[in-house]
């Protein structure tokens, strides 16, 4: 088991990637900190050890996105949860960033990941691949649609 | 615009009170991190229960009891039988049968090599020797095991002198035991009462079957005859030749 000072440092250290990826994935709060107690408690009990602090970073993202991943496939969830619904976005942020969120999140599920890695986290293509254990042309396949889409929903054409 | 997707997705923050309340979760969750990892338990039940099932039910069906064969000369003692036709337990019912049964070495073997073991004892064949009368009775649920056992013994017998073979029902035998009788000692004491209401058990605790027998004898004013019935003595069919002597 790691130590409390280990484990606060790496709350410190991603809790905001986390929260990141809570948002393209899930609708709200409550369940925001589900996946927040679900990864840190993995991480706690995680014997392994990571041998780079992006080798630690790219495991809580793995994890992250499977957590959200099995909430979302819950029966409960689908049942008292609507799909189509965006979450609410903090309420003091500028009105163009908020209408990029929105853009992205209201792209299907399969684009939000890559979008967010590729254009937040800077991962390339073959990066996300081996991330998201997907075909490396499927990723660069979903990167350009994902573009598209996205100059299609703000009108702009600098998504490059 | 890459720049303005970053910044948007930027702006989002995990907030300090999620922060705090996931770092008290956790702090609980492991017991202020003292607590080892705890091994999943919960999952060992169903393989738990099926082993005690097995083992539990293993052991009833080959400790309980199904047969009892009661063994009297003057030694009494008594076998269980289980379903697989083991020995499984060997009790003497007056000091010369505990005598008799700590000497022997037939726990856990065949009902057939118990039986031949205890006709080869040398005590006994000396009380046989000597005009002595054994009974061995097959005390069960009258069922195809009991005739079985019954039947077999018999034929271990074939050659015995002396020797009688009969089929009790259990449920007569608990009396027996309630008295701290074999079932061979306690038909006898039932006959001889019959004959004799001032008879005890004590007088006849220690007398040996041949003793017994005369003394029906001597009540009745017969000779050794053999009753009618189920559960009368001598059904040996043909195993007691020296008593008629």
Known sequence: MRSEQEVNRAIEQYADMVRRLCMIHLKNDADTEDIFQTVFLKYVLHTGSFETEEHEKAWLIRVTINACKDLLKSVFYRRTVSMDEIPALPAEMPPEEKDILEAVLSLPQKYKDVVYLHFYEAYTAPQISRLLKKNVNTVYTLLTRSKQLLREKLGGDGYE | ?245
Request: proline share 2%; aromatic share 8%.
């Open chain 2, 1 to 245: 615009m890459n720049d303005r997707l970053k910044q948007a997705f930027h702006n989002i923050r995990a907030e300090e009170a999620l922060k705090n309340r996931t770092k008290a979760f956790l702090y609980h969750k492991t017991n202020g991190y003292t607590k080892k990892r705890t091994v999943p338990y919960h999952r060992l039940i169903p393989a738990i229960a099926c082993f005690l099932l097995v083992m539990f039910g293993g052991y009833w069906l080959y400790f309980t009891p199904t047969v009892a064969i009661s063994i009297d000369v003057n030694p009494s003692i008594e076998l269980g039988v289980n379903r697989f036709d083991r020995v499984i337990s060997v009790q003497g019912y007056n000091a010369d049968g505990q005598t008799l049964a700590d000497s022997l070495d037939i726990k856990y073997q065949s009902y057939t090599e118990a039986v031949n073991q205890i006709l080869s004892n040398e005590a006994v064949t000396a009380l046989l020797a000597d005009n002595e009368v054994m009974t061995i009775g097959v005390i069960g649920s009258n069922d195809a095991q009991s005739a079985k056992i019954l039947s077999e013994i018999q034929s271990c017998t074939a050659g015995e002198a002396n020797t009688y073979c009969y089929y009790a029902d259990s449920d007569e035998v608990k009396k027996a035991h309630e008295m701290g009788l074999s079932y061979g000692k306690y038909r006898a004491f039932v006959a001889l009462q019959a004959l004799d209401p001032a008879i005890t058990v004590a007088e006849i605790q220690d007398m040996t079957m041949r003793e017994i027998r005369d003394l029906m004898d001597s009540l009745s004013g017969q000779p050794d005859t053999e009753t009618g019935g189920n559960h009368g003595f001598g059904r040996g069919q043909g195993h007691r030749r020296g008593a008629e002597r």
